[in-house]
């Protein structure tokens, strides 16, 4: 997590809250939807998150496969993976869901992840959020900043000192979800899990986890069984309907466990030190319980790991075995491609890349990473249309921004570096410095029509959110 996260969350958390007023009932939609909007640029500002196309697509998909059988939402979702070692989830207002990185390690497989997922779209469905907000009418605007802060914080002494801090004048404030509330968004993860045709056994895992973590941190609660309490409970409920269907779930689907773990793994790369790495693949390729897909997937895992570390003929021979094992499948072919670029291959990372892209257009991390080699290789009208196709398809993936920002200034622009750049840092939380580029970009005289008329409402929204 960033230095100075409390200082940077906190104070517009409470400016975003003091917008609206307290009221005994549930904020409108309107009103969650503005508040919303606020939080989404200070969880850029304020926290780490994993900025990448290939991680980002997967949780989406998993995200929008459940809003598919959901029904028509009040919101737009974002889902997002928070560099962070808590066990922790948090679905803030206006369809926000964050994953801390702590969480993802401790699922194991595909179904259980969605379970999760499922249940934090349950809250935002039925406006759980919004309804405890306006229910603690009692208590100041600044201890209900304080209190949303800590729930996002996810643990530790920053959220020790903002409970602490909230509880100053002897008031008492709780945003926990109630039992009738778990109860509610886990039946209809339940009953949407069903609808996908996924097994419920994976929410039935997912609660033991909790429950174990639960009982062997009885001393330090994990922010997420706090905000989301009584796993045993929860437990016997989600058995109980699991049980009253038996003989209907035997014939759902246990999940694509190669793309899960590869996203496991690849968030693990993001996050934990080459040593502790190394040692839990070595432990995995040691284990005589492991079967031939973990021993596989800990080889890609090490493939990872030794790319990081410029071991590029190993990390290309462990990859080759992994891809030898499941065939061409295009996210390690896209992984192949990376390898050998930044091996210094170059000609054979576009070819790679390219049969890549070409196999999937929809393929967003084919998609970037051709862009990069393209760019490198000089075939700059090549690599803009590519970065533009990532930023079309995902518009708060702030890394494409800074790309087309570089690779306009080489075709020797003014406006749209500078515009590129503001856009950049506005998903990033860094509004004074958006601002500036932004208005930089509006003077000069080369900036297309279309990206000034963006970066007028890319400033209006700046002035929104600054208020």
């Given at each position: 997590m960033r230095k100075s996260v409390c200082a940077i969350l906190l104070p517009i958390v409470c400016i975003s809250l003091s917008l609206l007023p307290l009221r005994s009932m549930a904020f409108t939609v309107g009103e969650e939807r503005?508040?919303?909007?606020?939080?989404?640029?200070?969880?850029?500002?304020?926290?780490?998150?994993?900025?990448?196309?290939?991680?980002?697509?997967?949780?989406?998909?998993?995200?929008?496969?459940?809003?598919?059988?959901?029904?028509?939402?009040?919101?737009?979702?974002?889902?997002?993976?928070?560099?962070?070692k808590e066990f922790n989830a948090f679905a803030?207002?206006?369809?926000?869901?964050?994953?801390?990185?702590?969480?993802?390690?401790?699922?194991?497989d595909e179904n259980e992840l969605i379970s999760v997922l499922a249940h934090e779209i349950g809250h935002i469905a039925k406006r759980h959020i919004s309804s405890r907000i306006g229910k603690e009418k009692k208590i100041s605007i600044a201890t209900m900043g304080m209190m949303l802060a800590s729930l996002a914080l996810g643990g530790g002494a920053a959220t020790e000192a903002l409970l602490a801090g909230s509880m100053a004048a002897g008031r008492s404030a709780s945003l926990h979800f109630s039992r009738l509330d778990e109860e509610e968004a886990d039946l209809l993860a339940y009953g949407w899990m069903k609808r996908m045709e996924r097994n419920p056994q994976g929410q039935v895992d997912m609660l033991?986890?909790?429950?174990?973590?639960?009982?062997?941190?009885?001393?330090?609660?994990?922010?997420?069984?706090?905000?989301?309490?009584?796993?045993?409970?929860?437990?016997?409920?989600?058995?109980?309907?699991?049980?009253?269907?038996?003989?209907?779930?035997?014939?759902f689907e246990g999940g694509d466990n190669f793309s899960f773990t590869r996203f496991k793994y690849r968030i693990m790369a993001e996050t934990k030190d080459s040593l502790s790495l190394r040692s839990y693949y070595s432990s995995v390729l040691a284990s005589s319980r492991a079967n031939e897909f973990d021993i596989i997937m800990a080889k890609y895992g090490l493939s990872l790991l030794e790319r990081a570390e410029n071991n590029y003929e190993t990390g290309h021979q462990l990859l080759q075995e992994v891809?030898?094992?499941?065939?061409?499948?295009?996210?390690?072919m896209v992984d192949k491609g990376l390898l050998e670029f930044e091996s210094g291959k170059t000609d054979a990372a576009y070819s790679t890349l390219s049969a890549a892209y070409d196999r999937d257009r929809t393929d967003m991390y084919a998609a970037f990473s051709l862009a990069k080699v393209s760019f490198q290789r000089g075939m700059l009208e090549k690599a803009q249309t590519l970065y533009q196709g990532v930023i079309f398809a995902m518009p708060d993936f702030a890394q494409g921004y800074f790309e087309l920002g570089r690779l306009s200034a080489a075709q020797g622009k003014r406006g749209e570096p500078k515009y590129y750049l503001g856009k950049y840092h506005l998903l990033q939380g860094k509004l004074p410095l958006a601002k500036h580029n932004l208005e930089t970009a509006m003077a000069a005289d080369d900036l297309l029509p279309q990206l000034a008329k963006d970066a007028r409402?890319?400033?209006?929204?700046?002035?929104r959110l600054e208020k």
């Open positions: 503005e508040v919303g909007e606020k939080l989404l640029y200070t969880v850029r500002s304020a926290f780490e998150v994993i900025d990448d196309p290939d991680i980002s697509q997967y949780i989406t998909s998993l995200g929008e496969e459940v809003i598919g059988v959901a029904g028509i939402q009040f919101f737009e979702y974002h889902f997002f993976i928070i560099k962070n803030a207002p206006s369809g926000l869901i964050f994953f801390h990185s702590g969480l993802i390690e401790k699922v194991d033991k986890t909790m429950r174990q973590i639960a009982r062997y941190r009885s001393g330090m609660i994990p922010q997420y069984l706090l905000t989301h309490p009584n796993p045993e409970a929860r437990l016997d409920y989600v058995q109980t309907l699991v049980a009253s269907d038996r003989e209907e779930l035997q014939n891809i030898d094992h499941f065939g061409p499948r295009n996210e390690l409402e890319s400033l209006e929204l700046i002035e």
